[in-house]
């Protein structure tokens, strides 16, 4: 079975991250992007091309489909439904190690925004949280280094 996997970015604030985001998402052959809430589009609202999101995207937002849903809420129920595992990065009190986690099947990864994450509703509605421990002082990684650690870790690329 071909595995297709999606990400979803919720509420993320930083054009520079959501450009990170799709060459690091080019690279790990992620299939699609669904922007949620207010994190950044390629496009601007008039539909024209947003350079500084290209600048940092260096091309991976002409290469991955991606797709603006406003609410998170009933895309998640629609993934689910197709079969699609849901698994959120995140730091959480139910929250299991990143390097525990297999996937078996078409699964969504999510993160969120890059100063309050995932809301405990969003997280209600997940399988899986997966987090990646913190050796030092900081308490958390930028969202798009975080997800690159993890998408290359649990892909095994």
């Known amino acids: 079975m071909k595995k297709e996997h999606y ?14 985001i799709f060459r690091t998402a080019d690279a790990a052959g992620i299939e699609k992007i669904y922007l949620t809430g207010y994190t950044p589009t390629p ?14 995207a260096l091309g991976a937002e002409e290469t991955i489909p991606w797709e603006h849903k406003k609410t998170i809420g009933p895309l998640l129920a629609s993934l689910k439904k197709e079969g699609r595992e849901l698994i959120a990065v995140e730091q959480s ?3 299991i190690d990143y390097k525990k986690v297999t996937v078996k099947k078409p699964t969504v990864f999510i993160v969120g925004n890059e100063v309050r994450g995932l809301s405990k509703t969003i997280l209600d509605k997940i399988g899986t949280v997966a987090e990646i421990p913190m050796k030092g002082k900081k308490e958390s990684l930028n969202v798009s280094v975080a997800l690159g650690i993890f998408l290359f870790r649990v892909l095994n690329i």
């Open 7 to 20: 990400l979803i970015l919720h509420n993320i604030r930083s054009v520079i991250n959501v450009g990170a």
């Open 43 to 56: 496009r601007d609202r008039f539909g024209n091309k947003r350079s500084d999101f290209a600048k940092a």
């Open 93 to 95: 009190k139910n929250s």
